[in-house]
């Protein structure tokens, strides 16, 4: 069964660090990109990074851009998300989520994680 | 990179037709043939319905349909069933390299 399942949330003060992962099974993991979405309470979809299969290519909303890093190690079937800087207005469920189809094909997301939380407080 | 444009809410009663519109710009919906349609349960994982303005993945029902006119995407849902009661959001690629979600769209079954 093709699956991903993210860990590592959890509660965090402002200005701290996290880095939430997603276990990915069932599928050649080092052939598809994959994409970290986020839901923030009572608030909608926000895409936040995505990373190509080889790991060589990443991509980031302007919101995260110099805060949030992606990284992958297909040695391992995992992805990262290495989040710095945290702001409460981070403070969300954090899903990631496979690109449909190819190494760098990543804007349409066919399997998706539970999701992790992620809560910035002090 | 601003949200797409959808209505918050629609519904329509069992097996009625219902259209939910997502409107972005020519750097993203208007420029692209990658728009996406996403429902979410509360609670679970969001569900890819439509890819490619109109293409369905495999196992999703034939009652969703997907269409685009200019900078302006729509999901159509035919023969509604009280299943579909969810929220909805169309995705874009745009010109940054990004993807830009919609605000969602909660559609409830009457």
């Known amino acids: 069964e093709v699956q991903l399942l993210e860990s590592g949330g959890g509660l965090v003060q402002p200005g701290g660090s996290l880095r939430v992962s997603c276990a990915a099974s069932g599928f050649t993991f080092s052939s598809y990109a994959v994409n970290w979405v986020r839901q923030a309470p009572g608030k909608g979809l926000e895409w936040v990074s995505a990373?190509?299969?080889?790991?060589?290519?990443?991509y980031y909303a302007d919101s995260v851009k110099g805060r949030f890093t992606i990284s992958r190690d297909n040695s391992k079937n995992t992805l990262y998300l290495q989040m710095n800087t945290l702001r409460a207005d981070d403070t969300a469920v954090y899903y990631c989520?496979?690109?449909?189809?190819?190494?760098?094909?990543?804007?349409?997301?066919?399997?998706w994680g539970q999701g992790t939380t992620v809560i910035v407080s002090s | 990179q601003s949200a797409l444009t959808q209505p918050a809410s629609v519904s329509g009663s069992p097996g009625q037709s219902i259209t939910i519109s997502c409107t972005g710009t020519s750097s993203d919906v208007g420029g692209y043939n990658s728009v996406s349609w996403y429902q979410h349960h509360p609670g679970k994982a969001p569900k890819l319905m439509i890819f490619?303005?109109?293409s369905r993945p495999s196992g999703v029902s034939d009652r969703f349909s997907g269409s685009k006119s200019g900078n302006t995407a729509s999901l159509t849902i035919s023969g509604l069933q009280a299943e579909d009661e969810a929220d909805y959001y169309c995705s874009s690629y745009t010109t940054s390299s990004t993807v830009v979600f919609g605000g969602g769209t909660k559609l409830t079954v009457l």
């Open positions: 989520a496979r690109g449909r189809s190819g190494q760098y094909h990543y804007s349409d997301m066919d399997v």
């Open positions: 490619d303005v109109s």
């Open positions: 990373i190509s299969g080889s790991g060589g290519s990443t």
